[in-house]
């Protein structure tokens, strides 16, 4: 007993003191949480505690959203930018405001997404193609917030860390095997429309050379008959 209430204090200290915060489902969920992919209906990212700047000037602001596959290779990236000092100093200062990903519940979103390879940029979409492409079973969400100053005519300097990056883990199980069933089916698919163009393809064959075997039977009887 003692150790479970022990496990729960760790887990909620490790909430209320993140500088990063995930919600799923209008609930905050701790790094050491395995979020199940297909639960997932509704997503925010927020942030505090964060390491202020001297000087924001003309520079930018990036919170970053990335999902990283099983060798921490990113795959799909989503990011919001706030540019000049006011827009920085007010989207900063809105501490534990929780900014949506797309979804079905937030279909707009001031997210832009990146790399998704279909027109849907909805979070559940990227995870269902990094299980069927990718073929990912557990994917790492990685939350940045950085500032870049601006060094000339839209020449950004290097990133500097507003907040040390955290990483979520999903598990993506159930989108992987639906992914690979679904490949299955268009392999079995593909193959079929293959052989039938084949077939197609080798009658056409077959007519042309039964074509031009009639036309030679002709042109021999008229050379035959002398006409």
């Known amino acids: 007993m003692r150790k479970l209430l022990l496990l729960f204090t760790v887990g909620l200290a490790t909430q209320l003191h993140a500088q990063i915060k995930l919600k799923i489902n209008d609930k905050l969920v701790s790094e050491n949480t395995v979020i199940k992919a297909e639960d997932i209906k509704k997503i925010e990212v927020g942030f505090d505690k964060y390491k202020p700047m001297e000087y924001y000037g003309l520079g930018r602001v990036f919170l970053f959203v990335e999902l990283l596959n099983e060798t921490g290779e990113r795959k799909e990236k989503c990011y919001m930018i706030k540019e000049g000092t006011n827009a920085i100093k007010a989207f900063l200062d809105d501490k534990n405001v929780f900014y949506p990903l797309k979804s079905d519940v937030h279909p707009q979103t001031d997210f832009f997404g990146e790399m998704i390879r279909t027109d849907d940029e909805k979070i559940v979409t990227k995870l269902k193609y990094m299980g069927k492409y990718y073929n990912c079973k557990q994917v790492k969400l990685r939350i940045s917030l950085y500032y870049r100053d601006k060094i000339g005519y839209e ?64 042109k021999l009887v008229r050379s035959v008959l002398g006409f």
């Open 155 to 218: 020449k950004y300097g290097d990133p500097v860390m507003m907040i040390k990056d955290q990483y979520f883990t999903i598990d993506n199980t159930v989108f992987y095997e639906q992914g690979q069933k679904e490949k299955e089916k268009e392999k079995v698919a593909e193959e079929a429309r293959k052989a039938e163009d084949a077939k197609k393809a080798e009658e056409a064959q077959k007519a042309k050379e039964a074509e031009e075997k009639k036309g030679k039977g002709k």
